[in-house]
């Protein structure tokens, strides 16, 4: 076994490539004792390589085009940390038919072209790694794969988009609109100046996408995710949630039921005294549940420099391990071994199933309840919860229930004929409900 350090090249030196050499540097003691070598970036590529950066960059070659270490370099892996689909996708597959093994935290590359991708690192015979394409510095992915390998996974839940998170907190706790919540987000760097992957939900569906694929064993299907964001929660929902004993959270969902695949990312009623409701702020959470283990939860920061570059490095420690073992005795990329891959039915949303939360502005006069009750009840749907606000200072109240569990189908059919309704206004709500 060969004692030289590992030789690493790094594209990138953004937020998380700089982490990559902070965290090589800061931990380097514990990193050789822990990989039997010293694991050190030799090579780096940055689009303006002569500007000033947070960390020294001494002893390192930078280039600026970075298919000059992907492609030619003399290193042993190649790290992405440039993001996006192209040049990215160009760069991690020059690498692996190099032979090299690549480490990324490039979700929205998996979740699109994952499939591809593994499939050249298959062909080379070679690693792919990833676990910082998911929560951050949260070992989401080591712990489907590997610690709970036993296990046939049910379900998994997850907080898993920080700016989402943030905004729903500053929502909750201070009372801020959506657009104000947002505003404070980006001021504080937590959200893009364009936030439309956060905020609609592309972003969590790029990772549940890998999440689901790893727990269960199918190709990645990031087209087949139901897809929702952030943008028609209201105050007015977030207080009503909070008195009938929830808080909203946007949440990535993936189940396997006997009809089908569920894959979904959207804003979710969750009660109060769930492990989902109590995280706030842009931290992240992944629940998983287990056949054999039950219910485990996974906690921590889910974006930054040091917390993905964290996940990056022990992406380079298990390399760094595997390097010139027989590619047979690899962890799989997606956690079954590529032969056993294979396409799950993934429900259409119509079909799938859940309690739902409905708040209907109306006008104030005799009747009401009983009126969208009736519909209710006509098309067997049971109320859980049922909240009335009478009118302050305006003609029109506000009426909110919680249905019993039934299929999406069932209850779009109740809210078309609840629009009907000569009394209700146009101001209508509604989030699905769930009880992790």
């Known amino acids: 076994m060969t004692t030289a350090p590992l030789r690493v090249g ?19 003691d514990e990193i050789t004792r822990r990989v039997g070598r010293a694991v050190v970036v030799t090579h780096a590529s940055a689009r303006d390589p002569h500007r000033a950066r947070d960390v020294s960059l001494d002893g390192i070659q930078i280039v600026a085009d970075p298919i000059r270490i992907a492609a030619e370099a003399d290193v042993d892996v190649v790290v992405e940390a440039i993001g996006g689909l192209s040049p990215a996708k160009e760069l991690v597959l020059a690498a692996l038919r190099r032979g090299k093994p690549v480490v990324t935290a490039n979700k929205a590359l998996l979740a699109l072209q994952g499939n591809e991708i593994f499939e050249a690192a298959q062909a080379s015979g070679v690693m792919i790694a990833f676990e910082a394409s998911v929560a951050g510095g949260i070992p989401a992915i080591k712990a489907i794969r590997e610690g709970l390998a036993g296990n046939r996974i049910e379900a998994l839940a997850g907080i898993i988009n920080g700016t989402c998170n943030y905004i729903l907190t500053q929502m909750s706790e201070k009372g801020q609109a959506f657009a104000d919540a947002l505003a404070d987000a980006q001021r504080l760097g937590y959200a893009e100046a364009d ?45 009503i949630a909070q008195a009938l004993g929830y808080r909203i959270k946007h949440l990535g969902i993936a189940k396997r039921t006997d009809a089908g695949v ?28 287990g056949n054999a283990v039950g219910q485990i939860g996974l906690y921590g920061r889910g974006a930054g420099g040091d917390a993905t570059a964290s996940a990056v490095v022990a992406d380079l420690v298990d390399v760094a391990r595997a390097l010139g073992s027989d590619a047979r005795h690899h962890v799989p990329s997606l956690a079954f071994q590529p032969s056993a891959v294979r396409e799950l039915n993934v429900l259409p949303l119509a079909d799938v199933v859940s309690s739902h939360y409905l708040r ?77």
Do not use: C, W, Y
Not at 198 to 215: C, F, N, P, Q
């Open 195 to 239: 936030p439309t992957f956060d905020v609609e939900g592309i972003d969590a569906a790029h990772k549940l996408t890998i999440l689901a694929s790893i727990a269960f064993g199918m190709p990645l299907s990031f087209d087949k995710v139901s897809v929702e964001g952030i943008t028609k929660v209201t105050p007015q929902d977030i207080r």
């Open 360 to 436: 209907i502005t109306v006008a104030d006069e005799p009747g009401v309840l009983k009126a969208i009750t009736s519909i209710l009840a006509e098309l067997d749907i049971s109320i859980e919860a049922i909240l009335q606000k009478e009118p302050q200072g305006g003609a029109d109240a506000s009426v909110a229930v919680i249905t019993s569990v039934i299929p999406e189908r069932r209850f779009n059919e109740a809210v078309a004929r609840v629009r009907q309704l000569p009394f209700v206004r146009h101001d209508i709500s509604r989030f699905r409900v769930e009880h992790f």
């Open 10 to 28: 790094l594209l990138g030196l953004g937020t998380v490539g700089q982490g990559v050499i902070r965290v090589l540097r800061t931990n380097a």
């Open 262 to 289: 569920e894959l979904r990312a959207h804003a979710t009623l969750v009660p109060e005294d769930r492990l989902l409701a109590k995280v706030d702020g842009v931290l992240n959470t992944v629940l998983l549940q």
